[in-house]
């Protein structure tokens, strides 16, 4: 992910947008709209998967007025930075390099297994054309082993340059990548990557008061279940 720098107005900016968030203004969820089944658009052109279900429930819980935006991911924590939406719930893996820029959540997901969808089942990683989507872990951990690295800017895509032949398969999350298996000859590996440390929602470093809300709406959600039941109900993930 490219380093970001923060500008005064940017900073400024997000300032008032955590002030105006603690008083009760509407809170802008940004997401990305194109990676089923953590978020995507339905037939009625709205936001729609487990994020969009576990958004609505923290809002409730929070006691916040939410509305959903959507953004393309390459420029998602940009966006967030400048203050086109007030957090991030997108899928988004917490690491130590995104955590430079911005704040987390606690995790609403626990790590899972990234996966590869590839040509044949006998492709060896190592020594393939590996496709994941930019500014992604998967993106990162191929870049770290010293393999061959074709990046794209949507998912839909990477699954398309297998497909088309430009890769020989493409990481990515389990869930995201099982719906394909089986199609065009696509076979999911038995290999995979424990990478990640969780998906959590993103949020300004300024907006602390509205961290705490989101947080405490996550803990009080598997206090009671009813996140492992989303979870489960999705399969975005392992349960905790």
């Known amino acids: 992910m490219k380093k970001l720098i923060l500008t005064t107005a940017a900073l400024a900016l997000s300032a008032g947008l955590a002030i105006a968030a603690s008083h009760g203004a509407t809170v802008r969820l ?3 709209g194109a990676y089923a089944p953590w978020n995507f658009i339905n037939d009625n052109g709205e936001v ?17 007025t939410c509305e959903w935006v959507t953004n393309e ?42 996966s590869y969808l590839a040509t044949s089942a006998d492709v060896d990683v190592e020594s393939a054309v590996i ?17 061959t690295l074709v990046e794209f800017a949507t998912p ?29 000859g696509l076979v999911m590996l038995e290999r995979s990557e424990m990478i990640g440390g969780g998906v959590g929602m993103g ?19 598997k206090d009671d279940g009813t996140l492992n039941t989303l979870i489960a109900k999705w399969e975005v993930a392992s349960t905790w």
Do not use: H
């Open 203 to 221: 949020l300004r470093e300024s907006d602390g008061e509205l961290r705490a809300k989101f947080d405490a709406a996550i803990q009080s959600m």
């Open 131 to 147: 496709a994941a989507q930019a500014a992604t872990i998967q993106a990162a951990f191929i870049a770290e082993q010293g393999w």
């Open 30 to 32: 940004g997401t990305e």
């Open 156 to 184: 839909e895509e990477t699954v398309a340059a297998v497909r088309n032949g430009e890769a020989d398969a493409v990481l990515a999350d389990k869930a995201y990548l099982e719906p394909f298996a089986g199609q065009d």
């Open 48 to 64: 729609d998967g487990f994020e969009r279900e576990l958004g609505d429930e923290l809002c409730k819980r929070a006691e916040l």
């Open 73 to 114: 991911w390459d420029s998602i924590i940009p966006n967030l930075v400048s203050g086109n939406y007030d957090a991030i719930i997108a899928g988004m893996s917490i690491t130590d390099e995104r955590d430079e820029v911005i704040d987390f959540t606690q995790a609403y997901t626990p790590p899972d297994p990234s």
